[in-house]
């Protein structure tokens, strides 16, 4: 933990003490701002410190720029602090940014900022230094929760599952029937023309063995006779 003095418009320049101790704070994980409420005269403003804090800070590392930062109002005991604190939280409300009022004086809100502090530090999570953001041009509706709503929405390919996404579906199938319909009575006369084929092949056939079977019958009537004139033929002679 470092605890370094606050940064000045020009530090980067070299105005003030510089921005050289900032190296100090480099393998910090979490930056603490801690935002004089209180600051009076010289048109000190506790949004135009903030802005000037974090532009110094850039200038000197991107990477140092970048780390969470949380941010605490302090010396909230003075009224003239509290007075301030509207305008101050909603500002950085609009830019997603949670402000933690304190007092170091009395002590208030420290457990809240500290518990938050300790929170991004173990865990690495943001959510609490955080606040729902309004989205560009998104109306009433804040960026997180726009976010959130997305989140429950449901996935593209649950989409498909949906009665409107099951209709071409039902298409395909009655189409599919149309085209089966469409082919049968030509497949049915094909059928037919088999089962006549069949039926003629075996009429053909029947024919054959009746011719057949006719010349067998009128070979046999001719033998009987020629036995039968032989006969007679042998009887008288005897
Ligand atoms: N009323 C009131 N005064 C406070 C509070 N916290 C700090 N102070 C006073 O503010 C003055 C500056 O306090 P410091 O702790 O020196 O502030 P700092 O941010 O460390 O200042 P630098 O290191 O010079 O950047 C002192 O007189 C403190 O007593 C507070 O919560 N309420
Ligand atoms: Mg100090």
Not at 11 to 31: D, I, M, T
Request: hydrophobic share 40%.
């Amino acid at each position: 933990m470092a605890d370094i003095p606050g940064i000045i418009e020009g530090a980067s320049e070299g105005v003030g003490l510089g921005h050289q101790f900032l190296r100090h704070v480099e393998r910090c994980k979490v930056l603490v701002h801690l935002i004089d409420m209180g600051a009076m005269g010289d048109g000190r403003d506790p949004l135009a410190d903030f802005n000037i804090l974090n532009k110094e800070l850039k200038k000197y590392s991107a990477e140092l720029a970048g780390k969470p930062q949380v941010v605490a109002a302090n010396k909230l005991d003075l009224t003239e602090a509290r007075e301030r604190l509207g305008p101050f939280t909603e500002a950085l409300r609009r830019r997603g940014i949670r402000v933690y009022p304190v007092s170091c004086a009395t002590g208030e809100g420290m457990q809240v900022l500290m518990d938050s502090v300790a929170e991004v530090l173990f865990t690495g999570r943001t959510d609490k230094i955080h606040t729902e953001a309004p989205a560009k041009g998104a109306g009433k509706r804040s960026g997180a929760s726009a976010k959130k709503a997305s989140a429950t929405r449901p996935a593209k390919k649950a989409s498909t599952r949906t009665p409107a996404a099951r209709k071409p579906a039902a298409k395909k199938g009655a189409a599919k029937k149309a085209v089966a319909k469409k082919a049968s009575p030509a497949r049915k006369s094909a059928a037919k023309k088999a089962v006549a084929k069949k039926g003629a092949a075996k009429k053909a056939v029947a024919k054959k063995a009746s011719v057949a079977r006719k010349a067998v019958a009128k070979k046999t009537v001719r033998k009987a006779s020629a036995k039968k004139s032989a006969a007679k033929k042998s009887g008288g002679r005897r």
